[in-house]
C-alpha cells in the first residue's frame, strides 16, 4: 500500500510540507520497484531535500500545486527491480565529458562533472545514503583511493 499525505512514515513528520510530498512520491516509487522500507525512506528523504534545494521556484510551485504522490503509472513499472545495486560501491571514473559518478555495475553514469573533485563530493554523498563505499579511480584507470 502507497504512503499518503495522510498516513506515512514517523521520519517524515517534520519535513516542511513539499519536502514530505516530495519524499512519499520518490519512497513510494521504491517500494514498486522492490526497495525495502528500511532503504527507501533514508533515501526517498536525502533525495527529496536535494530535489527541493535544486528546484526552482516555479518547479516547486508547481509539484505542491499538482503533484499526486500515490497516484501511479497503469502500466506499472519503469524499471526491472533491482534492489542488489544499493548494495554496489559508488564509483568515480574518467568519462569523455569529465568525470562520472556511477554504481559499480551501473551501464550509465549517475552524473558526470567537468571536474574530479565535484564528483568525489557527489559519489561520497551517494554512497553515504546508500551505506557502501566509494572508490575513486585515476584517469588511466588505476585506483586512486577507496
Avoid: C
Avoid at 26 to 45: C, F, H, K, Q, W
Avoid at 58 to 68: A, F, M, S, V
Amino acid at each position: 500500500m502507497p504512503w499518503t499525505l495522510e498516513d506515512y512514515p514517523s521520519s517524515f513528520k517534520n519535513l516542511d510540507k513539499v519536502i514530505r510530498k516530495k519524499a512519499i512520491d520518490i519512497a513510494n516509487s521504491m517500494l514498486d520497484e522492490g526497495y525495502g522500507e528500511d532503504r527507501a525512506i533514508p533515501i526517498a528523504t536525502s533525495q527529496a531535500k536535494e530535489w527541493y534545494e535544486n528546484a526552482s521556484e516555479n518547479e516547486i510551485n508547481d509539484y505542491d500545486k499538482n503533484g499526486q504522490p500515490t497516484k501511479r503509472s497503469e502500466e506499472g513499472k519503469k524499471y526491472d527491480n533491482n534492489p542488489e545495486r544499493l548494495e554496489e560501491d559508488e564509483i568515480v571514473v574518467s568519462h569523455e565529458d569529465g568525470w562520472a559518478v556511477k554504481s559499480r555495475n551501473a551501464k550509465q553514469p549517475s552524473q558526470v562533472f567537468d571536474n574530479k573533485d565535484d564528483a568525489i563530493k557527489r559519489g561520497r554523498e551517494i554512497a553515504k545514503n546508500e551505506g557502501t563505499k566509494l572508490v575513486v579511480y585515476k584517469q588511466d584507470g588505476t585506483v586512486q583511493k577507496s
